[in-house]
C-alpha cells in the first residue's frame, strides 16, 4: 500500500496518510484498493483532517474481504 508515494515522502519528509478505498473486482477475486493522501511539510493537521473526512464520508474502512 501506497507505492512509490510512501518512498519519495520517506526521503522529504511529507506526512503521508494511507486508508482504504474499497475493492477491484476481477472474475470471482475481490483486491482491496488504498489511497494515499499527502501533506505539505509540518502539514499534519490539515492531512488528518483530510483523511478523516474522506473515511467518514465513504465507509470503505468498513469493508472486509470474504473470509475463505
Not at 519528509?13 to 484498493?33: E, I, K, M, S, W
Request: charged share 20%; proline share 6%.
Amino acid at each position: 500500500m501506497g507505492g512509490d508515494d510512501l518512498a519519495i515522502t520517506n526521503l522529504t519528509g511529507h506526512p503521508t496518510a494511507v486508508l482504504p478505498d474499497g475493492f477491484d473486482q476481477q472474475d470471482d477475486v475481490r483486491t482491496p484498493n488504498a489511497i494515499t493522501f499527502t501533506g505539505r511539510l509540518f502539514g499534519e493537521t490539515k492531512l488528518l483532517a483530510v483523511a478523516k473526512a474522506y473515511q467518514q464520508a465513504t465507509d470503505n474502512h468498513r469493508e472486509h474481504p470474504a473470509l475463505g
